[in-house]
């Protein structure tokens, strides 16, 4: 049978089979729950949707939203975020997502956007694609018994309070003004739909696999929110002692008496043995905020948010810069759409960026410039890996100066 890919702003598009397409896609089950069908229909930023049909049978799904990404220097940029990726078994490698996505990157450059984000399944999917690893996401487990805290810890009434019972109506309420102060914070962070809230608390429908977590809220001692967690417990004993593990959903913190103190409170609960967290950045503070910061292992780390460059010069003016500084960059893109050579210079007061004729100091690609942008990663590693060349002595040391940021990025959530 013929295949027509659609997209919604085609008039007839069928939502509800895209959505049955994305649940089957992602080995969810075969058909998206209806509860869940109507809620989404009503509650979503739908964004841009693509697909390629069947007859009626959808049998590739593409999504595209508009989204803030914070970069270095503590600002936030507009991304074009790309998700709902899938095509079914029996039409996979016949080129469907290539269809999608080169059409999607040429409309999202063709509107103005300066770059394109993503979360790849799997590594080798979006290279192809121009896209680069940007962060990494880093998994945490925490021993109490090693954890050096002590057994009838509680927070010092001077550094503020921990609540924990808060119901999801007080996380609806207070937690999209935290988490937008926080996520300025953390270059690679990204926006959180309103519809993400209701969808961590239950008040959107989930999935039967969904359990209400336990929140946690710590206010300092004027009273102000300063972070917020969800966790579940599961619970377990062992012949007769408590062995639980406690798994944090999300830790939300804007000072490290925060963190310190929802941490803390976590690990300090009965029955609670040991603590996991999924998505934490490489350089969590976490073991550090512990009497014995060896109680923490980090036991998984790999790429998480992966960037596509768009506009060059747009991309890294909009980004901050500790030191003064120059590059010329000759930029090769695989789909055509953001290649170039592009001077930059660049200073804590501002930066600019426009096309040169001078020669170039650095060859790369937009993969590698992805890769590049938050500074997650320094230029020497990816000439050392083969990723760019050096044209000019003495450039990457430069571009390892220039666009370092002294923390790693972090991607807190998945989109
Ligand atoms: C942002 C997100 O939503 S991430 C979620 C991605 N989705 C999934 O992982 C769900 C399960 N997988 C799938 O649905 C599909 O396999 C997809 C979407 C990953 C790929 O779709 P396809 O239509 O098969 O891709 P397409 O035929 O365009 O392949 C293009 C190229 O990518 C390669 N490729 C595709 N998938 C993969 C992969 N998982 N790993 C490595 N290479 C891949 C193909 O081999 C092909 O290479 P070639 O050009 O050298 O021949």
């Known amino acids: 049978m013929d295949l027509q890919l659609r997209s919604s702003t085609d008039g007839s598009f069928d939502t509800e089979e895209w959505l049955h397409a994305v649940t089957r896609g992602f080995l969810r089950a075969p058909r998206m729950p209806e509860k869940e069908v109507a809620e989404w229909l009503a509650r979503s930023d739908r964004g841009r949707l693509r697909g390629a049909f069947a007859g009626d049978r959808c049998v590739a799904t593409y999504r595209s939203f508009d989204q803030r990404l914070t970069v270095p220097g503590g600002t936030d940029v507009p991304a074009h975020a790309v998700t709902g990726v899938t095509v079914s078994p029996g039409h996979r490698r016949r080129g469907l997502l290539t269809r999608m996505m080169t059409a999607d990157l040429a409309e999202a450059k063709e509107g103005g ?16 694609f121009g896209y680069g690893p940007a962060t990494v996401s880093a998994a945490y487990t925490v021993e109490g018994s090693e954890a050096g805290l002590p057994a009838t810890w509680t927070l010092p009434e001077a550094e503020g309070v921990v609540d924990f019972h808060v119901d999801g109506s007080v996380v609806r309420s207070a937690g999209p003004e935290l988490f937008e ?9 990204v926006s959180r739909p309103a519809r993400w809230w209701g969808v961590a608390t239950g008040e959107i429908a989930r999935g039967p696999e969904w359990r209400e977590p336990w929140h946690v809220l710590f206010r300092d001692a004027e009273g102000t929110v300063q972070g917020m967690a969800a966790f579940t417990t599961d619970r377990h ?39 996991r967290a999924d998505r934490l950045p490489p350089d969590a503070l976490l073991p550090d905020l512990l009497p014995n910061p060896r109680a923490a292992r980090v036991t998984e780390a790999n790429d998480f948010l992966w960037i596509r ?50 020669g170039a100091d650095l060859t790369l690609d937009t993969t590698a410039l992805g890769t590049l942008y938050l500074g997650d990663r320094p230029a020497s590693r990816l000439l050392a890996l083969g990723r760019l060349a050096e044209e000019t002595p003495g450039a990457v040391h430069r571009a390892d100066l220039l666009l370092a940021e002294p923390r790693r990025a972090w991607t807190p959530d998945v989109f």
């Open 237 to 275: 004993w062992d012949r007769g002692v408590p062995d639980g593990t406690a798994t944090v959903d999300w830790l939300v913190a804007t000072t490290p008496t925060a963190e310190r103190a929802l941490w803390s409170a976590v690990l300090s609960m009965d029955w609670v043995r040991r603590v």
């Open 309 to 358: 460059p768009l506009d060059v010069p747009a991309m890294l003016r909009s980004r901050g810069y500790a030191v003064e500084g120059e590059l010329v960059l000759e930029v090769t893109d695989p789909l055509g759409l953001a290649g170039g050579r592009f001077l930059l210079t660049a200073g804590p007061d501002g930066a600019d960026c426009v096309p040169t004729g001078r």
């Open 181 to 189: 102060r926080f996520r300025l914070l953390h270059p690679g962070a």
């Open 113 to 128: 956007e300066m770059l394109s984000t993503l979360i790849a399944a799997e590594h080798g999917i979006y290279g192809r």
